[in-house]
């Protein structure tokens, strides 16, 4: 007669079959929320379809050092002797191409132009996105850049971002006090506000667990490079500053993460809504609406 097993044999029988099958799943998930991460912070080789000749602007082709090493590729345009010089900072999955329309609006009004590319982006990605986390160190690097150059105003700056060049831009001006006037299109505050974005626009996912999971993992992959603790956006520092934010249909997650900081500053402010925020295929009248206003804003004031 076979003797019946004990309950805690049994017990350990099951742990030791089901055990290797949770942690090969457990595996399998981080494996893929590693991937999507992945994904994200590599968008890939974004074209660079024109050059500031195509639109009869003289330019210097500058390379600009950052953190770590990083060498930040950029177009340095000038205007008039001692005018008001303007960053323009193309976002995530944009070139400096996608910026050339709005610079050479602005340097019909005599301002000198600086045209940068974000990390992962444009013709010859360099490093990885961090989706907001080390771009306001590559736009504080810029920033300094822009003061010393003999041409331009250092008294008196300007800054146009779009995405991570918009956070960047508010995270950053706000050490600078010499810069006068903002344009942020579809600003938003935290790295992972912005993979929650990502990961919506990409994938269409808008799962709570799974956006915090692929944020750990993006934290994860930053903790060693000493990523910033404090991500928010200094408000007070910014108040004596004029800010125009910008805001598209097409991006209303952005939308209302761009709102959110608006609500919050007070009192030198504007926001207008376009049915298009800027993005790589932007063109036609959509285009030329969106340079205009832009362009207005930066003339009203910033020209002496």
Known sequence: ?????????????????????????????????????????????VPESVNPSHYLLPSLEVMIPSRGGVQIPAWWIPGLKNASGIILAPGYEMSRSDALSLGAALHENGFNILIYEQRGSGAAPRNRSTLGLYEPEDMLAVIRYLQVRPESNAARMGIWGVDVGASAALKAAAAFPQVRAIAADSAFERAADFLDCRIAEDFGLGNRVLQF??????????????????????VQALSDRMILFVKG????????????????????????????ARVHTMSGEDLKSYDRQVANFFHLNLQQ
């Open 249 to 276: 249909d097409n991006r209303k997650a952005l939308g209302y993460l761009t709102t959110e900081i608006y609500d919050r500053i007070q009192p030198q402010k504007e926001m207008i809504s376009f049915k298009t």
């Open 213 to 234: 999971s692929c944020y750990r993992i993006f934290r994860l992959a930053h903790i060693l490079d000493g990523a910033p603790a404090n991500e928010t956006i200094p």
């Open 1 to 45: 007669m076979e003797r019946r097993q004990s309950g805690r044999v049994q017990i350990g029988g099951f742990f030791r079959m089901i055990l290797p099958a949770m942690a090969i799943l457990l595996i399998g998930i981080v494996v893929i929320f590693g991937v999507l991460v992945y994904k994200i912070s590599n968008p890939g080789t």
